[in-house]
C-alpha cells in the first residue's frame, strides 16, 4: 500500500531549489523565505503523517517570529500543544533535505519505521503570521496537506499561541476550550475580568498600559482583545502593523537592545509591554524621572508569579509542588532570588522552550520562562484536580477558600500550551492589580546584575558546540579555558556563548556585577569567537 499511497506527492513546483543544508532548529525551520517552498510543501505532507501516527490533530504555523521581515519558517504543533517530538525533528530535518528522487522513499520509510496506519484519517490546523512571504508559503504546506489527502482548518491570521491553543482544544473536544478564536478571546477575557473584580486600579496599580505589537500579527490579537476586555484593561496600541515587523520593536528587540522600541512615547514610569512578531514572547519596560530605561523581562515575570503561587498555595493550605525552570539566559540576581528569598525549586535546561516544557511537567505546577520572555506555568491534571476539589471544601476558613478560588480561576487565565505573550500578560496585570503594585514597586523585588548579548557572525555556526545546558563551550577546543580567563578578571562575571537555533549567528551572553565591565567582558568573549570560530565580518569591539 505505502509506494501506492505516496504516488501522488510528486509536485515540480515544489521541488527542491536550494541546495544548503537546513536544520529543524530552537522552534522549527527558520531562514531567508525565498528558499523554504519545498520545506514547506514537505513539512505538510509531514505534518499528515504526524496526525496519522497520534491519531490525533496537529498544528502547522507560518512564522519566524521575532526575526525579521525577510526570514520566515515554520513550527508544527504536536497534539497536547507542545513543540514537535524531538525524534520527529530528526525526522523532519531528514525530509527537509533529501533530494525529489527520494522523497517517496523516506516518506515510506517514516510511515514503516513509526508504525503509521496510512488508513487512519488526519487533521492538520494551519495559520500563519502577518510576514509577506507567509501565504506562499503557506499554500506549499496546504499543497503538501492535500497531496496526502489530510483534513485542513486553516485558521488564517493567528498568533502562535492561538494555534497551539486550538489545536488542544480540538483534540480534547472542548475540554480545554471552545476550539475558535472567539473561544479564545472569550476565555481569557472572561476569567480575567471575573478576578480583577470591579475595581480598575488598586492602590499603585492603574489599568493603563503601552504596547508594542512588534508590528506583528499580535497587533490584531490586541485589537480583538480590547473588544472583549471593554475597559478592565487601557491598552494603547502601537507598532500595529503600519510600520516594519520587529524593526527596532518587539519583544527581543527591547530584551537585547535593552532600550525602547521605535514609536513607543517616553513617558514616565508608565508600564509598558513588547510582544515579539507571533505574540508568544511578552517583556516590559519603563522609563524613570531620569529618562532611564528600565527592563523587566522573562525572569521577572517568572519570579512574580511564582511568588504569587506560592503565596496563593501557602494562604489556601495546600501542598502542591512548585518549581520554576529558566535556562542559561536567566540573570544570576533571578536565580538569587528564586532559590533563596523564594525557596521555590529552580531547574536550568537548554534554549527553546520545548526543553523548559518538558522539565516544567515534572512539578505539579511548572512555571517555565526564558529571559526573553517565553515561557507560561502548567499544571498537572492531578493538581488541577486537588485545587478544584480543595476550594468546594466546606471546611476551608475565609482566607483559605478566597485563596483557593482564586488558584482554581487563575488556570483559565493561562495558556497551559505554549508561552503566550497575551495570556503571560494578563496574569502579570492580575497580580500586579492584586498587588496594588506599580511597575517600580514589581522592580523592587530583586536586582539584575548588568548584563549583555552580542551577535557574532561566524562561516559555520555549529563548530560551536556546548554542554551542561548551554553554559559550558565544548568545540572549538580551547574556547571555554579563554570564556574561563576572561570571566575571571570581573567581580560576579559569567558568559556563555551558543549558537542560535533561528539566526545565522552565535550568540554570546555576558554578565558580571559591575555596569562598566559587562561591556568589555561581552566583547572580550564575542572577539574571542570571533578569532577561535572564523568570523565573519568586522571584528566585535
Ligand atoms: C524561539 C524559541 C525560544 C528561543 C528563541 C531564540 O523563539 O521558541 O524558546 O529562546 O527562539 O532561540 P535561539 O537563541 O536559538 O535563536 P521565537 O519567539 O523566535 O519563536
Known amino acids: ?21 537546513i536544520t529543524y532548529g530552537t522552534a522549527g525551520f527558520r531562514t531567508k523565505s525565498n528558499v523554504l517552498e519545498h520545506v514547506l510543501y514537505r513539512m505538510g505532507l509531514l505534518a499528515v503523517l504526524r496526525s496519522k501516527a497520534t491519531r ?23 497534539p497536547a500543544g507542545e513543540m514537535l517530538e524531538a525524534s520527529w525533528e530528526t525526522i523532519a530535518t531528514n525530509l527537509a533535505n533529501v533530494q525529489d528522487s527520494d522523497l517517496i522513499h ?102 493603563v498600559l503601552n504596547l508594542d505589537a512588534a508590528n506583528g500579527v499580535g497587533a490584531i490579537a490586541v485589537k480583538e482583545f480590547q473588544r472583549y476586555l471593554m475597559d478592565a484593561l487601557d491598552i494603547n496600541l502601537f507598532n500595529d502593523g503600519s510600520g516594519s515587523l520587529n524593526h527596532m520593536c518587539g519583544a527581543d528587540y527591547v530584551k537585547v537592545q535593552q532600550t525602547m522600541p ?53 494562604m489556601s493550605g495546600l501542598s502542591l509542588q512548585l518549581g520554576l525552570v529558566q535556562t ?49 506555568v502548567i499544571f498537572k491534571d492531578t493538581a488541577k484536580e486537588v485545587i478544584k476539589n480543595h476550594a468546594k471544601n466546606e471546611k476551608l476558613s475565609e482566607a483559605q477558600k478566597t485563596a483557593s478560588t482564586k488558584l482554581k480561576d487563575v488556570i483559565d487565565l493561562i ?12 496574569l502579570v496585570e492580575t497580580i500586579l492589580h492584586a498587588k496594588g503594585w506599580d ?42 579555558e579563554e570564556i574561563d580567563k576572561a ?14 537555533g533561528t539566526e545565522d549567528i552565535v550568540r554570546v551572553y555576558a554578565e558580571c556585577e559591575n555596569p562598566s565591565d559587562v561591556n568589555k567582558l561581552a566583547v572580550e568573549v564575542a572577539s574571542l569567537i570571533y578569532r577561535l570560530a572564523d568570523g565573519v565580518g568586522p571584528e566585535p569591539s
Open 262 to 314: 521605535l514609536n513607543i512615547p517616553s513617558e514616565t514610569n508608565v508600564r509598558c509591554v513588547s510582544i515579539d512578531g507571533d505574540a508568544d514572547r511578552v517583556v516590559y519596560f519603563y522609563v524613570d524621572e531620569n529618562n532611564k530605561f528600565h527592563l523587566l523581562d522573562g525572569d521577572r515575570i517568572a519570579t512574580l508569579v511564582a511568588a504569587y503561587f506560592k503565596e496563593l498555595l501557602t
Open 439 to 480: 511597575i517600580i514597586e514589581w522592580e523592587r523585588s530583586y536586582n539584575d546584575l548588568p548584563n549583555k548579548q552580542l551577535k557574532v557572525s561566524v562561516r559555520d555556526r555549529n563548530i560551536i558546540t556546548t554542554t551542561n545546558a548551554e553554559r559550558h563551550c565544548l568545540t572549538p577546543v580551547g574556547l571555554q
Open 487 to 500: 570571566v575571571s578578571k570581573y567581580s560576579r562575571g559569567r558568559s556563555f556563548v551558543r549558537p542560535s
Open 1 to 21: 500500500m505505502e509506494s501506492n499511497y505516496f504516488q501522488n506527492i510528486v509536485n515540480a513546483e515544489y521541488n527542491r531549489k536550494y541546495d544548503k543544508y
Open 415 to 426: 495558556n497551559e500550551t505554549v508561552g503566550d505573550a497575551l495570556s503571560d500578560m494578563l
Open 106 to 207: 523516506v516518506l515510506t520509510d517514516i510511515s514503516i519505521k513509526e508504525n503509521i496506519d496510512l488508513s487512519t484519517p488526519a487533521k492538520v490546523i494551519t495559520g500563519r503570521d502577518s510576514r509577506k512571504s507567509s501565504p506562499i508559503l503557506l499554500n506549499a504546506a496546504l499543497a503538501g496537506i492535500r497531496a496526502l489527502n489530510g483534513n485542513i482548518t486553516d485558521l488564517g491570521l493567528v498568533t502562535t499561541p492561538q494555534l497551539h491553543y486550538i489545536v488542544v482544544c480540538i483534540n480534547t473536544n472542548g475540554a480545554y476550550g471552545d476550539p475558535t478564536l472567539q473561544g479564545y478571546y472569550s476565555k481569557l477575557a472572561t476569567v480575567f475580568k471575573s478576578i480583577k473584580g470591579a475595581e480598575k486600579n488598586n492602590k499603585k496599580y492603574t489599568s
Open 56 to 78: 490525533a490533530a496537529i498544528g502547522l504555523m507560518i512564522t519566524a517570529s521575532h526575526n525579521l521581515e525577510p526570514d520566515n519558517g515554520i513550527k508544527l504543533i504536536d
Open 328 to 376: 542559561a539566559y536567566a540573570n544570576g540576581g533571578s536565580t538569587d532570588y528564586i532559590s533563596n528569598v523564594l525557596q521555590v525549586p529552580v531547574a536550568c535546561v537548554p534554549t527553546g522552550v520545548k526543553h523548559l516544557h518538558k522539565k516544567a511537567l515534572e512539578f505539579d505546577i511548572g512555571i517555565y520562562f526564558e529571559a526573553n520572555g517565553h515561557g507560561t
